[in-house]
């Protein structure tokens, strides 16, 4: 009896007609929703899938770029008036040039500063913000974080940065030192030249695929001569605080060469 009550209840909810079985259309919908249903996450799945991939492979490109352009800078650094470019994808990254918190400093042990020629001037690194489904360890790509570079080593340091996203980072805040023997007047001279890139921004605008321009602005030498006693101090201010000290001997000249290089994102 409670069999028969159960079967007319569940016809009159589905809508059977006889006794054979629930309703085809009904049948039919509950089917080609569950179907619906499947199609819609699997579309989401595979979706999300595409743009973890493609946001890691605009990333590896980004990676291949800025190691490109740091090679690019250090070339046009050598010739006054000299400019290139290199082109970023910005699907889902972006790139830019930011003040930096750190600047190089290079005082003379009398209270005179030999660097920056000009108290003004900033001091900017270049940045590139991977998208956001783009995971990645922090790690150094080219260069190092130490103020002086070897003469073998990249004068730009390029890393990947975890910190409120993941960064690509460019900087110039080192300087490289060279020694060498002058004959003048008769009198052998030792020479110490400090060679320092400086970036400053150009123009920014556009959005999508970036084209970022270098161009050599000139290059500034600046020397005095240490006598015995005098010192010259290179020093790095900021987050990484760093310092080298030469010492003056008889007849050492101490020349401090900056070239400053625009950088220009369209």
Excluded at 43 to 51: G, P, R, Y
Excluded at 207 to 218: D, E, F, L, P, R
Aim: hydrophobic share 40%.
């Amino acid at each position: 009896m409670r069999g028969r009550k159960a079967e007319r209840l569940f016809r009159k909810l589905f809508g059977a007609k006889n006794n054979g079985a629930v309703s085809p259309v009904i049948s039919t919908v509950i089917i080609s929703s569950v179907l619906l249903i499947i199609l819609v996450i699997a579309a989401f799945i595979s979706t999300n899938l595409l743009e973890i991939q493609i946001s890691n492979a605009e990333f590896e490109q980004a990676k291949t770029n800025i190691l490109l352009l740091n090679k690019v800078i250090q070339d046009v650094a050598l010739r006054p008036g000299a400019a290139s470019s290199i082109q970023f994808n910005q699907r889902g990254g972006g790139i830019g040039i930011y003040r930096s918190a750190e600047k190089i400093n290079i005082e003379h042990s009398n209270g005179s500063l030999l660097y920056p020629f000009n108290s003004s001037h900033e001091f900017y690194v270049i940045k590139y913000r991977a998208g956001s489904r783009v995971s990645a360890a922090e790690t150094i790509l080219a260069g190092s974080p130490s103020l002086i570079a070897d003469t073998s080593d990249s004068l730009g340091y390029i890393r990947v940065e975890a910190g409120n996203g993941i960064w690509i980072v460019l900087d110039y805040l080192r300087v490289r030192v060279a020694n060498t023997t002058l004959m003048i007047g008769g009198a052998q001279y030792n020479r110490v030249d400090i060679f320092i890139i400086r970036l400053e921004m150009g123009s920014v605008s556009g959005s999508g695929t970036a084209t970022i321009k270098v161009q050599n602005m000139g290059i500034t030498t600046k020397t005095c001569l240490l006598g015995n006693g005098d010192a010259v101090t290179i020093r790095r201010t900021g987050q990484q605080s760093e310092e080298l000290v030469l010492r003056g001997s008889s007849n050492r000249i101490v020349c401090v060469t900056e070239t400053l290089i625009r950088v220009s994102i369209s």
